[in-house]
């Protein structure tokens, strides 16, 4: 493509994150459907094509791109992804000549004016250069033809070049070998038409290679080429491009996609911290005593272990027994408070050791090897806490916060303040020599056969910082996951998403009402943030215990885990959920089930009135007494609600939510299907976990392609029941025994010997 002042408008292109600035994010085997207002000048038709390929090659792949009805010249078209990779798209849009003379010709002609010859003629000028393009594509036969239907259009009558314009074998070789020598193609950094005017020649657009979170080129303008061959870039994969001695230069760059591996758009989670693994109160276990564990929860059906921070627990200032100032002899400490150089680690006692008392490095790859043998993977708690007695206190102590006293300062939220805990300073004067070690430790868990990474608090460091570190660590390791645990201002949410975290935690844990669910989570699925935020839900963490599991007992432990489950594809719980903990550390006395409307509506806007969201006796503080199969357990629904999930791939897609209407305000009803329409959900949870709620749902039978006369069957899912069911309106009951319902609805078929078939 030559590089001239555009021939056709092409603007308004979607999706595409700040102007491009940002990848959009998507999974292997997902789509990406693109929109764009395309038109031109005159009366011209216009055809377009949407463009994609991996980064750092030279081919293209294309797809027509058609008009969107009564869409005012937006024009839309859809592509896929199967690799792992960054992906670049565009979109090329001209004025064709073939269309355009097909048109006026028609118009002429039926408009029986004389002596259309020079019409005639033209048109076979436009048939001969197809069929010049034909060859030039080794497509002999195609350009036998196509000489031979312009011979016959140069002789034909007038009636006779009309229909052989409008017949389907002409139209169908324009359409293959379209005269694209005008075209314009969107870029992101197109040069001002001024330049392009006054260029002294044509430029040639050339792709070049940019890695991610790389700057841009600082300027678009044109320069001369210095030598005739450019060399291949050091990037793998890249092309070399050859130019002519004395063409100007210019580096397109285009909206770029970052497809992740299909983990991160599919995956259930299960956190526990490593040394409480046995459920014992008087001492720690070991990497070698969680297979049990991690067993267990391959049996609920998770596919991710998460441990919180397993690296060796500083001693200065140590914490004790429920954030105890003062540590008793023989406690534990807390995780985050990372680092003992004393203990004499092979690596310095820092984040790229473990803890001795969980084991060794050797025993941790042992333990990667099993977890990795059932069909799991390991996630790893990346929290940039540093201990006192970290290593670089030691080593660099220019690379924290001081006092005016010359002391190192630790870290405050007040009115709490973390003693044990010093934190970074990420712009001091040796800032990069930090950024650079810090993205090392994510490296070397990476060699050592960790790929997920929960990053605890990114919104208290720079932005910047994160860009460049996951950039760096996905070059490397493209299949590497991050997950932003940033509980802070939406703005700093979004933007760490855009910055390239994988998945982020939510407000899920505070939203709680109806009218609260339903606007968050339209915004997660259907505004902007969709093309880049993906949400991992988690109904309770080890530092939040929400008030609505405080109050609720089992039923909102239910409840919670199929919202979880079903409004987003990534969720996890941290262990305990299962068995129902709700011991917080103070809970109000507040009657929650006297009203309900407004316990929830204190869940979601101020919490503070109903508990501390903290639990009693921490793990965090300490080891964790537990029977991992106590009374009361909900391990069986969980069980059931991961075997639906894997069983129904519209659960395991984000985008596909569409809330509906039930006539109650404490029953919340979505609808999940595929693409294709074959596999469809109907999900109603109620929001009490007190009482029984009923409730008519409307059921969109004309969106599933059905007429509404026909009887469909509706399965519960988690119940395993049956109901048979004609029409948009059905009744349903919730109660706390059973709260929710997940009804795959499949309409008969036909009927064989008494028996009906639902497809």
């Not at 004016?113 to 002999?140: H, I, M, N, T, W």
């Not at 760059?253 to 989670?269: E, T």
């Not at 950024?435 to 090392?440: C, Y």
């Amino acid at each position: 493509m030559m590089l001239r002042p555009p021939t056709c408008v092409i603007e308004n292109v979607q999706p595409l994150v700040e102007g491009g600035r940002y990848a959009v994010k998507r999974a292997v085997g997902e789509d990406i459907a693109v929109e764009a207002d395309v038109f031109k000048d005159g009366h011209d038709v216009v055809s377009a094509v949407l463009k994609w390929r991996k980064r750092g090659t030279a081919r293209w792949y294309e797809t027509p791109m058609t008009p969107i009805p009564n869409g005012n010249d937006r024009w839309c078209g859809t592509f896929s992804v199967f690799e792992n990779a960054v992906y670049e798209f565009t979109v090329e849009a001209w004025g064709d000549t073939f269309l355009s003379w097909q048109h006026e010709f028609h118009l002429k002609f039926a408009a029986a004016l004389p002596d259309l010859k020079s019409e005639r003629l033209e048109g076979a000028a436009f048939v001969e250069k197809a069929a010049r393009l034909a060859q030039a594509a080794g497509q002999k036969r195609d350009a036998e033809r196509l000489l031979r239907l312009a011979e016959a259009m140069r002789a034909g009558s007038p009636a006779d070049v009309n229909g052989l314009a409008h017949s389907p074998e002409l139209e169908g070789l324009m359409i293959a070998y379209p005269d694209r020598a005008e075209s314009t193609e969107y870029l992101l950094n197109l040069p001002p038409v001024g330049e392009l005017v006054d260029a002294a020649g044509a430029a040639k657009v050339v792709a070049v290679p940019v890695l991610k979170g790389a700057p841009a080129p600082k300027s678009a303008k044109a320069t001369r080429v210095k030598q005739a061959v450019v060399q291949p870039s050091a990037e793998a994969g890249a092309t070399p491009a050859s130019r002519t001695i004395g063409e100007p230069e210019f580096s397109a760059r285009y909206p770029l996609v970052y497809v992740d591996r299909p983990g991160a758009a599919f995956s259930q989670w299960y956190e526990f911290f490593p040394r409480s693994a046995e459920g014992r109160g008087d001492k720690g276990s070991t990497f070698r005593d969680c297979l049990p564990r991690i067993d267990d929860a391959k049996a609920m059906g998770f596919d991710v272990i998460y441990f919180p921070p397993i690296h060796p627990i500083g001693v200065t200032a140590r914490k004790g027994r429920n954030n105890a100032v003062t540590c008793e002899p023989g406690e534990p400490g807390v995780p985050y408070a990372i680092g003992n150089r004393h203990q004499k680690c092979p690596n310095g006692g820092g984040h790229k050791d473990v803890a001795p008392e969980l084991g060794t490095l050797a025993d941790f790859a042992w333990l990667v090897k099993e977890i990795h043998a059932r069909g799991m993977e390991l996630a790893l708690d990346f929290a940039l806490n540093c201990s006192p007695d970290h290593p670089y206190v030691h080593e660099h102590p220019d690379w924290f916060y001081k006092r005016p006293d010359g002391t190192i300062k630790y870290a405050e939220n007040p009115p709490k303040k973390y003693q044990d805990v010093y934190p970074l300073n990420y712009h001091n004067a040796d800032w990069r020599t930090l950024w650079s070690e810090i993205a090392s430790v994510v490296e070397f868990w990476c060699e050592h056969g960790v790929r997920i990474f929960r990053v605890d608090n990114p919104h208290t460091k720079p932005v910047a910082f994160w860009e460049y570190l996951i950039a760096r660590v996905q070059q490397r390791f493209p299949d590497a996951i991050f997950l932003s645990e940033a509980f802070t201002r939406p703005k700093m949410m979004k933007v760490l998403a855009r910055a390239g975290f994988t998945q982020s935690y939510t407000y899920f844990t505070w939203r709680n009402t109806k009218q609260g669910l339903t606007e968050y989570f339209s915004e997660l699925t259907h505004s902007e943030s969709a093309e880049t935020m993906r949400p991992n839900l988690w109904p309770n963490t080890p530092d939040i215990l929400p008030s609505f599991l405080q109050f609720g007992g089992r039923p909102a432990f239910v409840i919670r885990a199929v919202l979880a489950a079903t409004l987003a594809s990534v969720y996890g719980i941290y262990s305990g959920f299962e068995l129902c903990e709700n011991a917080g550390l103070e809970r109000k006395p507040w009657d929650a089930a006297g009203d309900v409307r407004q316990f929830l509506h204190l869940c979601d806007n101020d919490y503070k009135q109903l508990a501390r969201e903290e639990y009693l006796d921490s793990e965090k503080y300490q080891w964790k007494a537990r029977d991992w199969n106590a009374p009361g357990h909900i391990k069986e629904t969980i069980t059931r609600l991961n075997r639906i999930r894997r069983e129904n791939r519209a659960l395991q897609q984000l985008l596909n939510l569409r809330f509906h209407h039930a006539d109650n305000d404490l029953v919340l009803y979505f609808v999940k299907m595929t693409a294709a329409r074959d596999n469809i959900l109907l999900i109603a949870v109620s929001l009490d976990p007190f009482h029984a709620q009923d409730a008519f749902i409307h059921v969109p039978v004309e969106q599933f392609g059905w007429m509404e006369s026909q009887t469909y069957q509706a399965h519960d899912l988690l119940h395993d029941e049956r109901y048979l069911w004609s029409g948009h309106r059905q009744f349903i009951r919730l109660t706390p025994e059973k709260p929710a319902h997940i009804f795959r609805v499949r309409r008969k078929s036909h009927s064989e010997q008494d028996f009906d078939y639902f497809l």
